[in-house]
């Protein structure tokens, strides 16, 4: 888990089948050194395994990630930056279908997937 390692959580909310929270990057991470040395990022499979992590969080189970058709990232997000993740699922028979985002003032990474 990256859960209070390389992230931890403020103002987190669970409602139903939604959670918000903002995320704070740890910058001292070993993630950061190498990605990328001089001008960290927060790599794109972090930001799909925080969304993952925190929807089994909120399942109480372990989740697969089965289809991604949708994963856009819109601007690079810096260790520096707190982030607002908004999530949203359904289930549908054994599947959960999920839309995910993060943002500031604007949009930063947008996802949909369907897990099991």
């Given at each position: 888990m990256l859960l209070n390692d390389f992230y931890t959580l403020d103002n987190?909310?669970?409602?139903?089948?939604s959670f918000s929270a903002t995320i704070r990057f740890n910058a001292a991470h070993a993630i950061f050194s190498g990605h990328f040395p001089g001008?960290?990022?927060?790599p794109g499979v972090c930001m799909i395994q925080i969304?993952?992590?925190l929807l089994e969080e909120c399942m109480e189970r372990k989740i697969l990630l089965t289809?991604?058709?949708q994963?856009?990232?819109l601007q690079l997000i810096t260790p520096?930056?707190?982030?607002?993740?908004l999530m949203s699922w359904t289930q549908e028979k054994s599947d959960i279908v999920l839309t995910a985002g993060f943002k500031t003032e604007k949009d930063l990474f947008k996802?949909?997937?369907r897990f099991c």
């Open positions: 987190a909310h669970a409602d139903g089948n001008q960290p990022v927060v969304v993952k992590e289809q991604a058709p994963v856009k990232f520096e930056t707190a982030p607002v993740l996802m949909s997937a």
